[in-house]
T-cell receptor
Framework: DVKVTQSSRYLVKRTGEKVFLECVQDMDHENMFWYRQDPGLGLRLIYFSYDVKMKEKGDIPEGYSVSREKKERFSLILESASTNQTSMYLC???????????????FGAGSRLTVL | GESVGLHLPTLSVQEGDNSIINCAYSNSASDYFIWYKQESGKGPQFIIDIRSNMDKRQGQRVTVLLNKTVKHLSLQIAATQPGDSAVYFCAENGNNRLAFGKGNQVVVIP
């Protein structure tokens, strides 16, 4: 019954490595989101996408990029990982156009990334 | 900038008692609010939502109250159970995106 799947639950990477975090949703949702979650800071929006090949910056896009080649898949890319990108990464999706934030987000289980 | 926040970082509750989790928001333009529950090792899960034209909404064992006058949101959990131990987030929908509070840990004491 899993609806938002993040391919990696735990990753350990070295500084400077390129990192791909993959997310797939099976609900035919238009909108997909990437957040990072850090103690004391809550969830912060990195990037989101409301259509295939479309992307918009969230609140903390620096050091990240995204790719949405298919409606069901939204990838987060760290071109050159740094230690301050050690975090829990959460993918989410929702439906709707127009006021896109108006609908409930469904989250994946998260990907915990450690950068050494 | 405007943000969502929670008053208490940790709430310890005796099993069977009622829990109340509070959240203050500052964006008076927000018209939609959501409570999420996040258990250890899992992503946040939707609990209940409320729109700004309501002041109360009930679900199964949960009630959300919205006081727009003081920009306050609360989640009440009736007859708290061990499975309710989790971090609870409020979120507000303003400026065309969800803004999340930092989270409030609820610990249920058996």
């Amino acid at each position: 019954d899993v609806k938002v799947t993040q391919s990696s639950r735990y990753l350990v990477k070295r500084t400077g490595e390129k990192v791909f975090l993959e997310c797939v949703q099976d609900m035919d949702h238009e909108n997909m989101f990437w957040y990072r979650q850090d103690p004391g800071l809550g969830l912060r929006l990195i990037y989101f996408s409301y259509d295939v090949k479309m992307k918009e910056k969230g609140d903390i896009p620096e050091g990240y990029s995204v790719s949405r080649e298919k409606k069901e898949r939204f990838s987060l890319i760290l071109e050159s990982a740094s230690t301050n990108q050690t975090s829990m990464y959460l993918c989410a999706s929702n439906t709707g156009t127009g006021f896109r934030g108006a609908n409930v987000l469904t989250f994946g289980a998260g990907s915990r990334l450690t950068v050494l | 900038g405007e943000s969502v926040g929670l008053h208490l970082p940790t709430l310890s509750v005796q099993e069977g008692d009622n829990s109340i989790i509070n959240c203050a928001y500052s964006n008076s333009a927000s018209d939609y609010f959501i409570w999420y529950k996040q258990e250890s090792g899992k992503g946040p899960q939707f609990i209940i939502d409320i729109r700004s034209n309501m002041d109360k909404r009930q679900g199964q064992r949960v009630t959300v109250l919205l006081n727009k006058t003081v920009k306050h949101l609360s989640l009440q959990i009736a007859a708290t159970q061990p499975g309710d131990s989790a971090v609870y987030f409020c979120a507000e929908n303003g400026n065309n995106r969800l803004a999340f509070g930092k989270g409030n840990q609820v610990v249920v004491i058996p």
